[in-house]
């Protein structure tokens, strides 16, 4: 036996013109405070980001000089520190040494593109990576042209799906300027 069918619950529609002007004024009025929200939220997150750059600055620039005093002490330090058996040592609870970064690809006197050229050029297809995409929108106007290639897109498969959905538009108003300019204690 199927399961009992369910029914959406009933929705209250406006019964008059009125009622529906009365309705689409206040769906109006809330979008607009949403929005207001939210721009008042991303000025306030502006705000504050200013002020953690502004604050975080300075211990960049420190921690920076730090780092760069370390590196020159650890180039003289290391080996007797690893005894030339490690590459790091735990030293004030953080780990100091070297590290092998990952391998990168780097060029000479070519650039990607020539490199990619030639190697296409050479056959070798071991190292060349080829990627294929569908143009949607060329492929829409064609089966909206109902040209040979839309004919042959139909056939394999493909349509266009567009369809009527309801909407209500409101005029927004225009955002304030949310740039952040510096306050000063004056």
């Not at 970064?101 to 071991?126: D, F, G, N, Q």
Request: hydrophobic share 45%.
């Amino acid at each position: 036996m199927a399961p009992p069918r369910r029914k959406a619950p009933k929705q209250e529609a406006p019964q008059t013109l009125e009622a529906a002007i009365a309705l689409i004024a206040e769906y109006r009025d809330l979008n607009d405070t949403i929005e207001q929200l939210a721009a008042d939220a991303g000025s306030a997150i502006a705000r504050i980001e200013a002020e953690r750059d502004r604050m975080a600055k300075p211990l960049e620039v420190r921690a920076s000089a730090i780092f760069l005093q370390l590196r020159a002490w650890w180039a003289v330090a290391a080996p007797e520190l690893t005894q030339n058996k490690r590459k790091s040592v735990p030293l004030a609870g953080c780990l100091i040494g070297e590290r092998t970064s990952p391998p990168a690809l780097k060029l000479r006197k070519t650039t990607m593109a020539k490199l990619v050229e030639k190697l296409v050029a050479l056959k070798k297809a071991a190292v060349i990576r080829t990627t294929h995409k569908l143009d949607k929108p060329t492929a829409i106007k064609a089966i909206q042209a109902e040209d040979e290639l839309g004919r042959m897109l139909g056939e394999l498969g493909a349509y266009v799906a567009q369809g009527e959905e309801f909407f209500v538009d409101w005029p927004r108003p225009k955002p304030a300027d949310t740039a952040t300019t510096p306050e000063t204690d004056e």
